[in-house]
């Protein structure tokens, strides 16, 4: 991979397609870096496109929620699951996205301190609900975000990037993944 250690494993980096390269690239231009957790994946292509494509749709694509709505779900969830590399990762996302320092902080260490929507804090408290005690999520969550505007499409995207990021929280606690030092100077 690179000289820096990004994960505790050992774990060569595959020979990479063009448009592969030409993804890094882009992401190199477009944020100063080549997030860790790409090239954590690196190894196998497969995995790596799997991963990019689920979480550009997550992130990225059509949705109600908003990019700092969907970054906000990130934090709690890894803040839930004290994951240092999606911590520093996203809370840099979400200072970036809002323009507030603070908030970020605020993700990381407790957003109920943050001064939320009624319409976030829904959102992000089943958030916490669905990763500490999946098994207790039942109709009346889902009715609680309805009655503060959620779709139920919208009520999906939010289980669909929760469920993400525990997913990316353990590999990445599970390999010691490393954010990039670049994470924690941005937005501040």
């Keep these: ?4 250690r990004i994960i505790a494993l050992d774990l060569e980096q ?8 030409a993804y890094f690239a882009k992401a190199k231009e477009k ?17 790596l496109r799997a991963f990019t494509d ?3 749709d ?9 990019k700092l709505e969907r970054e906000m779900i990130a934090v709690v969830v890894s803040s839930v699951n004290h994951c240092y590399y999606c911590l ?3 809370g840099a996302a979400v200072r970036q996205l809002s323009g507030d320092p603070a908030l970020g902080e605020m993700m990381v260490m407790n957003y ?16 916490v609900k669905l990763t500490e005690t999946p098994a207790r999520v039942e109709e009346a969550d889902r009715e609680t975000l309805r009655a503060v505007g959620f779709s139920d499409r919208d009520i999906w995207d939010i289980a669909s990037t929760i469920a993400f990021f525990n997913m990316s929280n353990r590999v990445a606690a599970a390999t010691d993944m490393r954010p990039n030092p670049e994470y924690h100077a941005m937005g501040r």
């Design 31 to 47: 944020l100063g870096l080549i997030p860790n957790v790409l090239l954590a994946y690196a190894f196998d292509e497969k995995k």
């Design 58 to 66: 997550l992130m990225l694509g059509e949705s109600g929620l908003s």
């Design 54 to 56: 689920m979480y550009n």
């Design 14 to 21: 595959a020979e990479l397609s063009e448009p592969t390269r």
């Design 88 to 90: 520093t990762a996203h």
């Design 112 to 127: 109920r301190a943050a001064d939320l929507t009624p319409k976030q804090k829904a959102m992000l408290d089943f958030a």
């Design 1 to 4: 991979m690179t000289g820096e």
